[in-house]
């Protein structure tokens, strides 16, 4: 199996995205894609998320990546099968193919709840910083799955629209990475929305002002010769593999 014939197989077509949402992220390095997930939908992931941290306790996360203000966990397509619709979605995983172009394959699923009062972070690119940058050539992509309204007072995360054409990391144009960038914006989406996010776009989480925690989830793809997040072969567990069809399995390169 291919690329092409998984995600054929997963019910991505040529239209699928319409040429403006290609064009979208063309331009901006970013695009909406509105009611993926119901309302119901979104709170039941929430809540499933508020369970496992609750069961982990101090080990959440660790599988990654720990943040301190935020409640973190990894390694979610071995944790419930629910997760396992972001292998399935097709506008999802068009959007994925559009940006990488390339071979590609799954990297890994994180989630994020960043608590009152925390969140911030510097503008960042979801790539190592060793790696060279070249405008057109993009080797990850990740996908934002709001589970909480995402305003401007609870944390969303900004972008800097057409950063990735620049070739530049955030620190060669920018004295301070965690200061506001002049044409940053936050992109505000309710719950059910998932943001597609070009791995070259400068962007990152801001302050959670609101008085409950701002939940969503990370999936995260890459192409297919550099190394996953999470080593999917390392972590898989039989039960889940038994669970997924062969095209899932092959963007999990298990």
């Not at 144009?173 to 929305?193: C, F, N, Q, S, Y």
């Amino acid at each position: 199996m291919h690329t092409r014939e998984a995600l054929r197989a997963l019910g991505v077509r040529e239209d699928t995205l319409t040429p403006e949402e290609r064009d979208r992220l063309d331009r901006d390095g970013f695009l909406v894609l509105a009611r993926v997930l119901t309302p119901e939908q979104a709170r039941q992931y929430a809540a499933r998320l508020d369970e496992l941290v609750a069961i982990e306790g101090e080990e959440a996360g660790k599988e990654v990546h720990q943040e301190a203000g935020t409640d973190r966990l990894a390694d979610l397509i071995n944790k419930d099968p629910m997760f396992h619709i972001v292998l399935r979605q097709p506008r999802v995983l068009a959007a994925v193919a559009h940006v990488i172009q390339d071979a590609f394959k799954f990297s890994s699923l994180n989630s994020r709840a960043t608590r009152p009062g925390e969140g911030q972070q510097h503008l960042h690119l979801d790539l190592d910083d060793t790696e060279g940058l070249t405008p057109g050539r993009y080797y990850g992509c990740n996908s934002i799955w709001v589970l909480d309204d995402f305003t401007a007072e609870n944390g969303a995360t900004r972008v800097v629209p057409g950063s990735h054409r620049s070739g530049k990391w955030p620190r060669e144009e920018m004295a301070d990475v965690t200061a506001p960038h002049p044409r940053e914006i936050k992109l505000t989406a309710p719950a059910g929305t998932v943001l597609i996010v070009n791995a070259h776009t400068w962007h990152g989480g801001t302050r959670n002002g609101a008085d409950r925690p701002r939940h969503a989830m990370h999936g995260y793809f890459c192409q297919r010769d550099l190394p996953q997040q999470l080593d999917q072969r390392r972590y898989i567990r039989p039960e889940t593999c038994a669970r997924l069809s062969e095209a899932e399995r092959y963007l999990l390169d298990v």
